[in-house]
């Protein structure tokens, strides 16, 4: 991997570690408070399971789908095109997103989520920064996929 690349990974790491440290040091579990009121609040959680509480208590599951998603996920990486800049940044995120979850599910048996968004009415799943970076990354991906498709041509190559 690219060292900026490898930066990148562990800067998004970092913040998602940090920031879920903390939460966890400052909050008791289900404790939350308003940051926008109506609209964004900051909710500490356990999630024992992936998005949306699917497949809650399978942490087996977790580590080995989570184990071959980054082997294929680096597969993927050293075989895009270096020019496809996208797609390589996508793939970093996702990794990063990836590893934050993967190592609070080894350490603690749960993936701690805090942050608790309420859309049109809709209290949305409360997540973490890792799972953003998932959520970017795959973003990135599929852009650099339709440009391709639509555009003739990847954007960002040199």
Not at 35 to 46: A, C, K
Not at 101 to 127: A, C, E, H, K, M
Request: hydrophobic share 50%; with cysteine; glycine share 8%.
């Amino acid at each position: 991997m690219k060292a900026k690349h490898i930066l990148m990974m562990a800067a998004v790491l970092l913040l998602d570690q940090l920031s879920k440290w903390g939460v966890q040091t400052s909050m008791q579990i289900d404790e939350s408070f308003d940051v926008i009121p109506g609209f964004f609040r900051i909710t500490y959680l356990h999630n024992t399971g992936a998005a949306w509480s699917m497949l809650e208590g399978k942490m087996v599951f977790f580590y080995l789908i989570s184990i071959v998603f980054l082997i294929g996920m680096l597969y993927f990486y050293r075989t895009t095109d270096h020019r496809d800049r996208l797609t390589r940044i996508g793939v970093v995120l996702m990794m990063a997103g990836t590893l934050g979850n993967f190592i609070d599910r080894l350490i603690f048996q749960y993936v701690r989520d805090f942050l608790d968004f309420i859309i049109f009415g809709y209290d949305f799943p409360v997540f973490n920064v890792a799972d953003i970076s998932l959520c970017v990354g795959v973003g990135l991906i599929v852009l650099s996929m339709v440009l391709e498709t639509y555009g003739g041509r990847r954007i960002c190559a040199k």
